[in-house]
């Protein structure tokens, strides 16, 4: 079990794959591999801007404040929450306001894991060397001899293109096992008793893939106590109390692995989203790499 305040981590201007300001909360990092995880709180300034892409990780996405624009996808407002399949394409995405969304990418069910920013990063900026970046799109530089990991492509997204300059090998993703986004509505689902925990209600959002990935949030009255377990990350929306003995408050998560519990007890009434993370036993082995798959061209 670990537990952050969101809101004591430094807030900090970051490098993005993407276009316009953008500073980052860093609150959890998981450790490399297939169940490899981070959970940030994203500050942008209203220029963002990210073609319409895909990856071959997992995401959530909790709008805090203000909205984000997913094209035919849809709006993100306050109190969405969003889960993005890998391989599943999404966007273009941008926002012409302020906003804060909380986000966890994380290794999906096809065992490909997630890169550690500092990879993702370090190879972005090496790029630079070979190409230049616009509007979330790596531009490759005309007459450049064949380099290991450096597409031959003339554009190509840009976290792939740093994906594949860290892996020196072409990404491959994953079928999706979902074709879209899918965009949860708190304001649509109501809130139901679970059963056992007088004074705690849920509104149960869903338990996806074949690796049960799970997602809801939960209302306490003040005095009840939510016992939470699984896999995943529990983010306090409002409210406060204690947590194993730590006080909570807005912007305090706590992620639990495998086989963890915890106990939520409230002061005054909260509310806590939780966003699952996989089981990494039910995870796949990755495909072989296939030198002959051929490296995706951007439309810019």
Not at 23 to 50: C, H, V, W
Request: glycine fraction near 12%; proline fraction near 7%; include cysteine.
């Amino acid at each position: 079990m670990k537990l952050v305040h969101g809101d004591e981590q430094e807030q900090i201007a970051t490098q993005s794959v993407r276009s316009g300001t953008l500073e980052k909360r860093y609150i959890f990092q998981g450790d490399p591999g297939p169940g490899n995880f981070i959970f940030i709180l994203a500050y942008q300034t209203g220029d963002f801007f990210s073609p319409r892409h895909h990856h071959n990780f997992d995401q959530w996405r909790v709008q805090l404040v203000g909205d984000c624009k997913f094209d035919k996808n849809g709006v993100m407002k306050p109190g969405t929450l969003g889960y993005f399949p890998e391989g599943a394409y999404y966007g273009p995405q941008s926002s012409d306001e302020p906003n804060v969304v909380g986000v966890v990418q994380f290794g999906g069910p096809s065992g490909n894991g997630y890169l550690d920013p500092e990879q993702l990063y370090g190879s972005h900026a090496a790029l630079k060397e070979f190409g230049h970046f616009e509007k979330g799109v790596f531009f490759r530089k005309d007459g450049l001899p064949p380099t290991p990991g450096v597409t031959n492509r003339k554009t190509l997204d840009s976290f792939q293109a740093s994906w594949e300059f860290a892996n020196k090998r072409p990404m491959v993703y994953p079928k999706p096992q979902y074709a879209d986004p899918i965009l949860m509505d708190g304001d649509n689902y109501r809130w139901m008793p679970v059963d056992g925990a007088p004074g705690v209600e849920e509104k149960a959002y869903g338990t996806f893939t074949d690796c049960a990935i799970r997602a809801g949030s939960f209302r306490l009255a003040p005095g009840a106590t939510l016992a939470a377990s699984g896999r995943g990350i529990y983010f306090v929306l409002s409210g406060t109390g204690t947590a194993e003995g730590n006080a909570y408050r807005a912007m305090t998560a706590l992620y639990l692995d495998s086989g963890e519990n915890a106990s939520f007890t409230a002061a005054e009434t909260s509310e806590i989203v939780l966003m699952g993370l996989p089981d990494v036993s039910r995870m796949r082995t990755p495909l072989p790499h296939d030198a002959s798959v051929e490296l995706e061209e951007v439309e810019a």
